[in-house]
Structure formats: structure tokens, C-alpha cells
């Protein structure tokens, strides 16, 4: 277990009737930066809340920076540090107030904690605001001190839930920067769960793509990407009467795999697409099939989704997330 | 230094500087006590004023009589009200970050109850001030233990609305019910009329009422009229405070996020 930072064997979390994290495994090793990307109610959240020790599991077990999460939980507690995804700050104090009573609740003290206050505010650069109250903070600035906060007692793990959900692009960027820079400067593995691919492409040394409560694909973004090829066409089709199935017709090189997507879209892997276009057309032709657009393009973290769910993480945004915490209320209500 | 009582200390101390910052809170806690003493107390105080009114109060004017039960009932508002803040801790997400600390919740807790059982025994003394201002037979050597017996009340208190909260998720049912509960105590405490002339269920009632021996014990010492024995009223708040911190320590122990 040593040379893991993170270490999750059939992570199980029920509410109720609804599963929100149906067995999930993965390792994280020190050092590294390890994504959970996944549309809203996939159960990424719940997944940190299991390992931060605030939700017990229904079952399985999880071990982080060597302690178990249920047994150990006060040993796991003092080796992370958590940016949860809603706020945490205390918003009438200042950011110094706020930095200082986390040290001090973490057992730190005197100049110590003085001078980490001062280095971690630094990091952050809200050294000049250290005094504001927190009230008035825009919401990058915020998040930026639950960075730092979390930072303060020198954790070995960080867990940093939607770390720039609803900031500006230029927010966004700077928060990069800063995770990009802990990794760098080594000392602290980092835990992040999104639903923005680019986010996930960006930091992740691994990444593991989580749906409905389950891992469906793991490992880095570039190999991942590999799994829908070097290229990816797109073709949208109109099949005239008599004609066979998309994929049945047009799967044969250049073509590697053939996947259906909704509304007569496939999906087409191939090696190099613009060698590939004018053959797979030339086929389609022949087959019947009247082909409406086409358009082609080098594979992202959205297309690996879409090659694994048959959805785009977008459609899920809303809808089903809301789903789960209505369902989860409405049995909150029933408990009282 | 200590696993418990860092926590603890910084803790009361957030408490602090919070109350310090909402303005609102310390405006309305002293104000509301300030009403009652002002247009109830005085107008009442005229109607009492014949020769014989003072045997219905032990033998002491109304303003005299009234004014320890305003200053218990001041004690017992605010640190009654004051797990509110647990509420919006749960709301603001702040509840989260304590929750995920290695320290023990048990300092946690108690630093934050005992933070706000000063604060809310700070108000009661600003009532205390405006008390010895109006009315003239209050006995000044009473002020420390009165401060005392409105300590223990404010620890039971704020406990028991600690306790409360950990277990509402809404500030409007949290505030329902406390204003449900607030209302019926501070009259079935013998606070604005003497227990003996309460109909017998009433009697009973206040009997149960744990605010009952806070507003006895103190006016014991700054009216030096009673109903109980001063030590009997101190024995049953110690009992209820202790249950009441024990079971706030219980549920936050248990407290997860849901």
C-alpha cells in the first residue's frame, strides 16, 4: 500500500435506494495529479467525501497515504487537506482569521504557523488582501484561499473537488497554474475531480472516467485518447430505402471501428482521416447511403466519452444531477 | 499544544470575532430585553405602585422583582437563538471544513459553546447595567454569583440550541421551532409574575422548566426574594446544562454531512 497515495477497492456509497457510487477501484501513486472526470451525479463528489472520511462507505474499503478511511480515520484526516466543491469559508472573518484558526484547529501554533500563513497566502498571492473579510472576495479569490487554507498544514494528499467550477476562463487558468506549480515543486499528490475536459487534459498525469457510479476507462489523457484513435470522423448519414446499416456498410479500412451515435451520427476511427474521407464517401455512395456532413477531427477527452457512453458529458450537466439530489432530499424529507 | 483544548480555545475565539462583526445580532439581543424592561416593567411598576402590591413580589417593588427575569430571560434568548450560527455553518459550508479537521469535536463543540455562552452572559450583564439604572433596591453583591447562575443557563442554552441545530437543516424550521419553545418558557419562569399565583398546571409547568431556577436563582441574590432554595436551583441547571452539553457533544461526534 506504501507506494500509493490513494488506494480504493470497490468503493460502494447508497442513499437510500439510489446508488450514487456503484464499486469503484483505482491507485493513485505519490506525486502524481489524478482526475475523476464525469458529467454531474456520476458520483465523483461522493467518491471524495468517502475518502475525506465524511461519508462512510456502504461498502469496500479505501486507503489514504497508507490509513484506512473508516479505521483509521484520524490518521487520513491529518494527511489531506480538501477543497470541497461548495464553499467552506467562514465569511465573516478575514482571510488571515481564516488561515489561522485551520492552523490552529490542525494542532499548528506560534511562528510556525505565522510564517506558513504568510508563504501559503503568498502562493495564492491574496498576501495584500490577508486582512479583507472574506464577504467581499470575488469567487476566484476564494477559491484561491481554500487552496491555500488547505495547504497550511502540509498535507500528502490534496482533494480538490471541482476546483474551478463557475470561475471566468481567466480565473480558470490561474488556478491551473497554481496546481500545475504544486505538482512541480512535488510533495503533494493531488485528487481532483471535474466534469471539464479540457481541465482533466490540462492537469492530469491519469485520469479515470467515472459514469453512473462506475469506472468505465482509466489511464492518461493520451492513451485514453488512443482508444477512439488517431483520427475521428464524424459523418452524419441519411439512409435512402434499402440500404444497410451504417456501420455494417462502412466498416472495413481505412475504417478501425464503427460506433453509432444518436440522431444517424457514427463515429469513425481511422489512422488518418484525410486519406480516409474520400474512400469512406466513395463507399457510402455505393452502399445507398446519403451522407449530410462530414467533419473530422483529432480526438479529445469529449470524444473518448462520447466513444464510451454514447453521450456528450454536456447533455448530462443539469438533468440528471438534479435528478439525484431531488431524489436524495425528498428521502432526507422522509427520514424526519 | 492539546488535541482538545486548541480546538476548544480557537473555537470560542471564532465565536468572538464573528459576534463582534454582525451588529445586527448584538442590536437586536440587547434591544428586544430592553423593550420589555422599559414598556412592560415601567407601566407595570405605576399599576403596582399602592402599599400593599409589594406582598404580591415577596416584599419587594415590581421593578425589582421584574428585572433579574428580564436579565434571565435576556441570558437565555441569545444563547438559546445562538445555534443559529450552526445552521448557517452548515449552509456557508463552514461545518465541513471542521468536520474534516483531525481535531477532537468534542473541543470543537464545547470551545464554540462556551463561546457563546460568554457572549450571550455579556448581554445579560449590558441588561444587568440598565437594571441597577432603573431600579433602586437590586443588591450590587449579588451581581457575580447572579452572573454565574446566568452562566450555566447560558451553557445549558446555547447546548441545547446547538443540539437542535445539528439536527435541523433549515433556518426557517430551526427559527420555528425555537420561537414555538422561546415564548411559553420565559412565561412559565415565574419572570414577570410570581409562581405561587399560577394556576396549578401552570405551576407544573414551571416547575419543569429548567429557565424557572436560572430566574429564581438569580433574583435570589440581586432582589433577595425567592421561590427555591438558591442551591436547589443551582443543583437542577448544573443537572440540565450537563445533559444538555452531553448530548450536543453526542450528536456532533456523530455528525456527518449528508
Not at chain 1, 154 to 182: M, N, S
Not at chain 2, 44 to 65: E, R
Request: glycine share 8%; aromatic share 10%.
Amino acid at each position: 500500500m506504501t507506494e500509493y497515495a490513494v488506494v480504493a477497492e470497490g468503493l460502494v456509497k447508497k442513499f437510500g435506494s439510489v446508488t450514487a457510487v456503484a464499486g469503484v477501484s483505482f491507485k493513485v501513486r505519490y506525486g502524481e495529479i489524478f482526475g475523476f472526470l464525469g458529467p454531474n451525479g456520476a458520483g465523483k463528489t461522493t467518491t471524495i467525501h468517502m475518502l475525506a472520511t465524511l461519508l462512510k462507505p456502504t461498502a469496500g474499503d479505501a486507503w489514504v497515504a497508507g490509513h484506512h478511511i473508516v479505521k483509521e480515520s484520524d490518521a487520513v484526516r491529518r494527511s489531506i487537506g480538501v477543497v470541497f466543491q461548495d464553499p467552506s469559508l467562514d465569511s465573516e472573518l478575514t482571510a488571515y482569521e481564516n488561515m489561522y484558526i485551520h492552523g490552529k484547529i490542525y494542532g499548528m501554533g506560534g511562528e510556525e504557523l505565522r510564517y506558513r500563513i504568510e508563504e501559503m497566502l503568498r502562493f495564492v498571492e491574496l498576501y495584500e488582501h490577508r486582512n479583507r473579510l472574506v464577504k467581499y472576495f470575488s469567487g476566484g479569490m476564494r477559491r484561491r484561499l481554500e487552496i491555500a487554507r488547505a495547504l497550511l498544514h502540509k498535507p500528502k494528499v490534496l482533494f480538490l473537488d471541482e476546483p474551478t467550477l463557475g470561475l471566468d476562463p481567466q480565473t480558470r487558468a490561474h488556478i491551473w497554474e497554481y496546481i500545475k506549480r504544486l505538482r512541480d515543486e512535488g510533495g503533494v499528490t493531488i485528487f481532483l475531480t471535474t466534469h471539464y475536459m479540457d481541465e482533466a487534459e490540462e492537469l492530469c498525469d491519469r485520469l479515470a472516467i467515472i459514469d453512473h457510479g462506475k469506472i468505465i476507462a482509466e489511464d492518461t489523457p493520451n492513451q485514453l485518447k488512443r482508444l477512439v484513435g488517431s483520427d475521428i470522423i464524424y459523418l452524419k448519414v441519411r439512409a435512402v430505402n434499402g440500404a444497410p446499416n451504417s456501420c455494417d456498410a462502412l466498416s472495413a479500412p481505412p475504417v478501425m471501428e464503427c460506433k453509432p451515435l444518436r440522431e444517424g451520427m457514427v463515429a469513425l476511427k481511422v489512422s488518418d482521416a484525410t486519406q480516409a474521407i474520400p474512400v469512406i464517401l466513395e463507399r457510402a455512395a455505393s452502399m445507398g447511403l446519403r451522407v449530410a456532413e462530414v467533419s473530422y477531427r483529432k480526438p479529445t477527452l469529449n470524444d473518448v466519452f462520447l466513444y464510451l457512453t454514447g453521450r456528450e458529458i454536456r447533455e448530462e450537466e443539469g438533468s440528471e444531477a438534479d435528478f439525484l439530489k431531488h431524489v436524495i432530499r425528498m428521502r432526507r424529507f422522509r427520514r424526519r | 499544544m492539546s488535541r482538545t483544548l486548541d480546538p476548544f480555545v480557537i473555537m470560542a475565539y471564532r465565536q468572538f470575532r464573528r459576534f463582534l462583526r454582525t451588529k445586527a445580532r448584538v442590536v437586536t439581543s440587547i434591544l428586544n430585553p430592553i423593550i420589555w424592561i422599559a414598556f412592560f416593567g415601567l407601566g407595570w411598576a405605576n399599576a403596582f405602585n399602592f402599599p400593599m402590591a409589594k406582598a404580591i413580589f415577596g416584599g419587594v417593588d415590581y421593578l425589582t422583582f421584574l428585572t433579574p427575569g428580564v436579565t434571565a430571560m435576556a441570558v437565555f434568548t441569545a444563547s438559546f437563538i445562538g445555534g443559529v450560527t450552526v445552521i448557517w455553518d452548515k449552509q456557508f459550508g463552514f461545518l465541513k471544513e471542521v468536520l474534516v479537521a483531525p481535531a477532537s469535536r468534542t473541543g470543537i463543540i464545547l470551545g464554540r459553546i462556551f463561546g457563546d455562552a460568554v457572549i450571550a452572559v455579556l448581554q445579560g450583564l449590558a441588561i444587568m447595567a440598565l437594571s441597577f439604572a432603573i431600579a433602586h433596591n437590586l443588591n450590587p453583591y449579588g451581581i457575580l454569583p447572579a452572573l454565574a447562575y446566568a452562566f450555566i443557563l447560558a451553557l445549558g442554552f446555547t447546548s441545547a440550541g446547538v443540539a437542535l441545530a445539528l439536527k435541523m437543516t433549515s433556518m426557517e424550521g430551526f427559527q420555528m421551532v425555537i420561537s414555538l419553545l422561546m415564548m411559553p418558557l420565559i412565561f412559565l419562569s415565574g419572570a414577570f409574575y410570581p409562581i405561587k399565583f399560577m394556576p396549578g398546571w401552570m405551576k407544573w409547568v414551571a416547575y419543569i422548566n429548567p429557565l424557572t431556577y436560572a430566574v429564581d436563582g438569580m433574583r435570589h441574590y440581586l432582589s433577595g426574594v425567592s421561590t427555591f432554595n438558591p442551591l436547589t436551583d443551582l443543583a437542577v441547571l448544573c443537572i440540565i446544562t450537563a445533559a444538555f452539553m452531553a448530548l450536543a457533544s453526542r450528536l456532533f461526534k456523530k455528525a456527518t454531512i449528508d
